[in-house]
């Protein structure tokens, strides 16, 4: 179990680390198809998504206080939480209902929440790109257009990028699974 969690957790450090530098390269060649200036989109490529990753943080933080589930203390919580979004709990388990509406501690609760949450998130990202844009070009017009753009690129990246590990992660099972018959 120990080895388990290690390998899942070095794996999620894995794909954390290459969206990371995905990101940051997506953001940079955005940002000099817009401004033709290397300078200005290494500037933008660098800063934008550390102050994404602070309003990031503080956004997460917001909707775990909005989604705070009653029934479980704030361990049990997170701790059900990580080891569904590790993979490590069973969909049975994942699934069950604890004395309320049968909603996953892992999972948000309902289709509606996770719209607000994701609208939320992208109002979030398109301001502090924008003001991170501005205050790197002075240019409101550049601005809007990297606030506009750069997430737009972005979220297609992000598919290709869960999409590949998805068939990493799916090959990596199969493995174990022919390993565990052997």
Do not use: C, N
């Amino acid at each position: 179990m120990v080895q388990l969690l290690i390998s899942t957790a070095r794996q999620l450090a894995l794909k954390i680390a290459s969206y990371g530098v995905m990101h940051l390269v997506v953001a940079i060649l955005v940002a000099f198809a817009i401004t033709r200036d290397w300078r200005l989109a290494l500037a933008v490529g660098l800063v934008e998504p550390f102050f994404q990753t602070i309003a990031y943080s503080i956004h997460d933080r917001v909707w775990h206080r909005v989604e705070r589930r009653r029934m479980l203390s704030g361990l049990e919580e997170a701790s059900e939480a990580f080891t569904a979004r590790l993979e490590v709990m069973s969909a049975e388990e994942q699934s069950r209902a604890h004395g309320h509406h049968g909603h996953s501690h892992a999972l948000p609760r309902s289709l509606r929440q996770v719209a607000l949450k994701t609208v939320t998130y992208g109002v979030m990202h398109f301001a502090v790109a924008v003001l991170v844009a501005f205050a790197l070009t002075r240019d409101i017009a550049v601005a809007l257009a990297i606030g506009i753009i750069e997430p737009l690129v972005q979220t297609v990246f992000f598919t290709v990028h869960d999409r590949i590990w998805s068939g990493i992660e799916a090959r990596r099972e199969r493995r174990r699974s022919a390993l565990a018959k052997a």
